[in-house]
Nanobody, 123 residues
Framework: QLQASGGGLVQAGGSLRLSCAAS????????MGWFRQAPGKEREFVAA????????SYTDSVKARFTISRDNGKNTMYLQMNSLKPEDTAVYFC??????????????????WGQGTLVTVSS
C-alpha cells in the first residue's frame, strides 16, 4: 500500500516536497516512480528510482528542478520539487513495482499506486 502526501498550493518559483509512504511489503524490493496527471491529459512519467536508490531518471521538463530519493529504512520515497512552474500543476502519483523487465517510464510497468496528491502552482 502506498500513501502519497505533501501536495498543496504554491506560487511559481516555490518548492514542495512530496512523500510516499509504503507498507505491506519489503520496500527495498521495489523500484519506485512518480507520475503526474494534469486535467484533460494522460498520466505522464516524472521520475523513477531503483531499488537501492543509486540510479534515478527524470523526464526532461523536470531535470535540474526535481530530485527523487528514497529512505529504505523509513519505507518512504520523496520528490523534492524546486523552481515550480504553473505547468507542473497536476495530481502526483507514486508507484511501485518489483523489477519485471518493463520500462520504468511506462505506467503499465507499475503494480502499486498511491492515491495521488494535488500540486497547484499559481503564476
Amino acid at each position: 500500500q502506498l500513501q502519497a502526501s505533501g501536495g498543496g498550493l504554491v506560487q511559481a518559483g516555490g518548492s514542495l516536497r512530496l512523500s510516499c509512504a509504503a507498507s505491506g511489503g519489503t520496500f527495498s524490493d521495489y523500484g519506485m516512480g512518480w507520475f503526474r496527471q494534469a486535467p484533460g491529459k494522460e498520466r505522464e512519467f516524472v521520475a523513477a528510482i531503483t531499488l537501492s536508490g543509486r540510479r534515478t531518471s527524470y523526464t526532461d521538463s523536470v531535470k535540474a528542478r526535481f530530485t527523487i530519493s528514497r529512505d529504505n529504512g523509513k519505507n518512504t520515497m520523496y520528490l523534492q520539487m524546486n523552481s515550480l512552474k504553473p505547468e507542473d500543476t497536476a495530481v502526483y502519483f507514486c508507484s511501485a513495482s518489483r523489477p519485471n523487465g518493463g520500462s520504468w517510464y511506462n505506467p503499465v510497468t507499475y503494480t502499486y499506486w498511491g492515491q495521488g496528491t494535488l500540486v497547484t502552482v499559481s503564476s
